[in-house]
Every structure is written in C-alpha cells, then in structure tokens.
C-alpha cells in the first residue's frame, strides 16, 4: 500500500505563507483524486482541498481563494500552498488519497500559525 511523508510545515505568523510536500512511496498517477487533510486540536481530520489527475481542484470553504493545490505525478508529490495563513488554520496536515485510504495515513507535518 502506498505511503505519504509530508513535509513543509512551521511555526509562521497571521498572513504568512507555508508550501507543503508530500511525496508518495509509489506511483501517485494511478490515483485519480488526491487529497490535503487536516486535523486540529480537539477536532476530526477534515478534507482542505482535492486535485484530480486532470488538474480540477476542490477546496473546502474556509480556505477558498487561499490555499492551492498541485501535484506533480512524475515526481509522485502533491503540494499545497498556503497563503494568507490564519490561527484557525492551525492544525497537522496530511495527505492521502481521495477518498482517504485507512493505511496510507502519514505522519502529517505539523502548521502553526500565531503571532
């Protein structure tokens, strides 16, 4: 079963910016719909955004107009650039497959946005 290892995440202050990786341990373009999830503190993981292998993105509300994702299927990694980060996007972030693939799950990499 394929695995992610995200990476990118930090420490940044309101209105900054943070771009996440994530590379997979095998060929991603099988996938058709890839994903970003994130958890926060006290809450269930949520889907933050969807890319299929045909570049149509989705985006979850809150971070419309913010947030973009990408991936790059010869390199088997899908990004998201974080724009415009707010506190309220604290949270680990992970990707998976679309719908999630109970195995696959990472480590996640952890965003921290305050001042």
């Known amino acids: 079963q394929v695995q992610f290892v995200e990476s990118g995440g930090g420490l940044v202050q309101p209105g900054g910016s943070l771009r996440l990786s994530c590379a997979a341990s095998?060929?991603?373009?099988?996938?058709?719909?890839m994903g970003w999830y994130r958890q926060a503190p006290g809450k269930p993981r949520e889907v933050v955004a969807t890319?299929?292998?045909?570049?149509?993105?989705w985006y979850t509300n809150s971070v419309k107009g913010r947030f973009t994702i990408s991936r790059d299927n010869g390199e088997n990694t899908v990004y998201l650039q974080m724009n415009s980060l707010k506190p309220e996007d604290t949270a680990v972030y992970y990707c998976?497959?679309?719908?999630?693939?109970?195995?696959?799950w990472g480590q996640g990499t952890q965003v921290t946005v305050s001042s």
């Open positions: 998976n497959v679309a719908p999630p693939a109970g195995g696959s």
């Open positions: 095998g060929s991603i373009s099988r996938f058709y719909v």
């Open positions: 890319i299929t292998n045909g570049g149509s993105t």
